[in-house]
């Protein structure tokens, strides 16, 4: 028998987030800490969800950068162009073309089941287009372009890949196995961080207090100021308990940077103030996050590597789902030139 026999198949993964803000310290511990590690486990194929977020007005100038700021940023926490598949979902034009056709195998009921078109629609009442309303079919096609054996999901995100899976059997029912049917993939509990200004809500890239979240991106001593100021309670004793929302969340941050468990935590400052524990946070995350911004300020500082690589990452994605393209194409009928 050959190695390449013997050799399994990795199954193929698929990720894409959007460019609408600088992640977040709670999107990094709760789920990018991981990814350099998910590229030795599956065939991974990374991609930035620029047309996605166009669902909702975006500046220009903004959209563009805050394209190339995460493109570096995914490179500096460890995504290796030469390991995954990482592009810009706007240099691929097979996603569009393939959500189009997949436009055609969704139900209209489908679509209006989705949660969150109700919940964007409302927040966003000025503007309910019909991308909002077949945003899933286009995620559909990211999906199944690439013939995803998993996608790691949250919460929020199950729904979209259950009609996506929906779509894939119709499209499979009618014309043969043409598409995988993907399965949603639970990655390995991330630390789920919480605001620092209300530990009772996660930490989120739109909250409107600033000080509620940090940001990849963040200086260190912007990174001091937040956890100084961060939400705690009158107890001044640093352990996890029901009722200290604070400490816990800062307890929760402290574990995921430094390896530590709440036991080891708590010893650590035991009779020992809130401020030293809040510095001490606050001085670990700055200390996790500086080798990435270290990488991410010289990946930055070099635009032409930076545009080599996505160039590199579309033409391989373009590539790929070309393959499934052509494939979805002839059974439905179109003539191929």
């Known amino acids: 028998m050959s190695e390449e026999i013997k050799q399994e198949r990795k199954k193929r993964s698929?990720?894409?987030?959007?460019?609408?803000?600088?992640?977040?310290?709670?999107?990094?511990?709760?789920?990018?800490?991981?990814?350099?590690?998910?590229?030795?486990?599956?065939?991974?194929?990374f991609g930035i969800a620029d047309l996605h977020?166009?669902?909702?007005?975006?500046?220009?100038?903004?959209?563009?950068?805050?394209?190339?700021?995460?493109?570096?940023?995914?490179?500096?926490?460890?995504?290796?162009?030469?390991k995954?598949?990482?592009?810009?979902?706007?240099?691929?034009?097979?996603?569009?073309?393939?959500?189009?056709?997949?436009?055609?195998?969704?139900?209209?009921?489908e679509l209006n089941r989705?949660?969150?078109?109700?919940?964007?629609?409302?927040q966003h009442a000025d503007n309910v287009n019909a991308g909002l309303f077949t945003y899933p079919c286009l995620m559909a096609a990211d999906i199944l372009l690439y013939q995803a054996d998993v996608v790691p999901v949250g919460a929020d995100q199950k729904q979209h890949l259950e009609i996506t899976r929906d779509i894939a059997e119709r499209f499979n029912g009618v014309y043969g196995n043409v598409f995988t049917v993907p399965e949603?993939?639970?990655?390995?509990?991330?630390?789920?961080?919480?605001?620092?200004?209300?530990p009772t809500?996660?930490?989120?890239?739109?909250?409107?207090?600033?000080?509620?979240?940090?940001?990849?991106?963040?200086?260190?001593?912007?990174?001091?100021?937040?956890?100084?100021?961060?939400?705690?309670?009158?107890e001044m004793s640093v352990r996890y308990a029901e009722g200290k929302d604070g400490i816990n969340n800062l307890m929760t941050i402290y574990s995921a940077v430094t390896g530590k468990n709440f036991d080891t935590i708590e010893a650590e400052f035991s009779g020992?103030?809130?401020?030293?524990?809040?510095?001490a946070v606050g001085e670990a995350v700055v200390a996790?996050?500086?080798?990435?911004?270290?990488?991410?300020?010289?990946?930055?500082?070099?635009?032409?590597?930076?545009?080599?690589?996505?160039?590199?990452g579309a033409d391989i994605a373009q590539r790929v789902s070309q393959r499934t393209l052509d494939k979805a194409m002839k059974k439905i009928g179109f003539v191929m030139k």
Not at 16 to 42: C, R
Not at 188 to 195: L, P
């Open 201 to 234: 809500r996660k930490m989120s890239k739109s909250d409107p207090n600033p000080k509620g979240t940090v940001y990849l991106t963040d200086e260190p001593n912007v990174i001091m100021k937040k956890f100084k100021s961060a939400v705690t309670d009158s």
């Open 53 to 82: 977020s166009i669902t909702v007005r975006q500046d220009p100038k903004k959209l563009r950068e805050q394209t190339v700021s995460l493109y570096a940023l995914l490179m500096s926490v460890g995504l290796d162009p030469d």
């Open 84 to 109: 995954s598949i990482l592009f810009i979902q706007s240099h691929v034009p097979q996603h569009s073309q393939l959500g189009w056709l997949l436009n055609c195998y969704t139900q209209f009921g």
């Open 272 to 279: 020992k103030g809130y401020g030293d524990f809040k510095a």
């Open 114 to 122: 989705m949660t969150q078109f109700k919940d964007k629609s409302a």
């Open 14 to 45: 698929l990720s894409l987030i959007q460019p609408t803000s600088v992640p977040t310290l709670g999107n990094y511990l709760g789920a990018m800490k991981g990814w350099a590690a998910f590229q030795e486990d599956f065939d991974t194929v």
């Open 184 to 198: 949603p993939y639970i990655p390995k509990a991330g630390a789920r961080v919480m605001s620092l200004a209300d």
């Open 288 to 312: 996790e996050l500086e080798p990435i911004q270290k990488k991410y300020k010289e990946f930055m500082a070099d635009k032409a590597y930076l545009k080599e690589q996505w160039t590199k």
